[in-house]
């Protein structure tokens, strides 16, 4: 049964000024592996710092920021291959575009278009859910028929720890344990869910050790070491491939900006407390860890950079198109039929068209 317990202290395996700390179960991954990861978190850094901007600009309604939180992000992207499926909420735009989704189909969204800018199934990606914890009954449910089939898919499916309250968290962990489905459960706690604090969240030791109840093993690691993820998911994800079933894993992380640009949070937490995870940023520290391994030059630096750069530009220019969106595609693509509320819908639609027209 201990096996299924987590750890005391998350899984760590560079601290944060870049050593390596040596751990018995888990091996830091190659350096050829973790270059690929700083270069995913420098892009991702940058695609957090112009969707902010874009925000401030008016060309985003809104952007629930990932900053501070990229090792989680391009980690939970990188441990899949091409035919797994991933499973994000609203916060996970930069692990949807580390796992290849194109900058401006992932946030077209939030631009206000009616709806997701991209492909599911090409990418095997889910649709970004706003709902908190109905993708992980999602992930579960396509787990469970990917099984069925016999097919070699294994899923992540990440949530936030405030969504670890919500009775879909249960019954998708549950009904995965039951039928030992292939999900890895991923969740960044980054303290709070909007303003409430993870003290008022939960009274167990940890969110990880939430998943003995559910008869799966759960682990806890630092989510702002990119190494650890990739070493801890990875593990999760392959042992989900070979028939292991599911797994819960908690990454500590921080929320290191408001929840959204709607939200104030100097309202409910500390200057100081935000200040302290600053020396703990997960880029910092995978660039000083790969500087001191020789593994990092001004010219990879600079090239990153330049990388990061044109994906931001690119974005910016995308965003700063002035579309008018159709209001008929309202109508178009739900329902097969229209329903006859739709229909009077649409004729009044119709109408408002028409005298705009005239006028
Ligand atoms: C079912 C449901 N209830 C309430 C909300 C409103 N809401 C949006 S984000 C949020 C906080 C979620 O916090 P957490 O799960 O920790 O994710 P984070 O935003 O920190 O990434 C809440 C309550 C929602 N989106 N869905
Ligand atoms: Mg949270």
New binding site residues.
Partial sequence: MDRLLPREHPVRLIDETGRLTADDEFATPPTERLLDAYRALVRGRRINEQANALVRQGRLAVY?SSHGQEACQVAAALVLREGDWLFP?Y?DSVAVITRGVDPEEALVLLRGDWHGGYDPHRYRTAPQA???ATQLLHAAGLAHAAKLRGEDTVLVAM?????TS?GDFHEALNFAAVFHLPVVFFV?N?E???SVPLSRQTAAPSLAHKAIGYGMPGQRVDGNDAAALLAVLGRAVENARDGGGPSLIEAHTY?MQA?TNADDDTRYRERAEVQAWVDRDPLLRMRAHLTQAGALDDETERRFAAEAEETAAALRDAMNKDVRPDPEDLFRFVHAQRSPQLDDQWALLQDELSREAMS
Avoid: M, V, W
Wanted: net charge neutral.
């Fill in positions: 629930p909420t916060r706003t709902p908190l949530c936030g720890d405030g969504a919500e960044q980054n709070f869910a909007i929320r929840h």
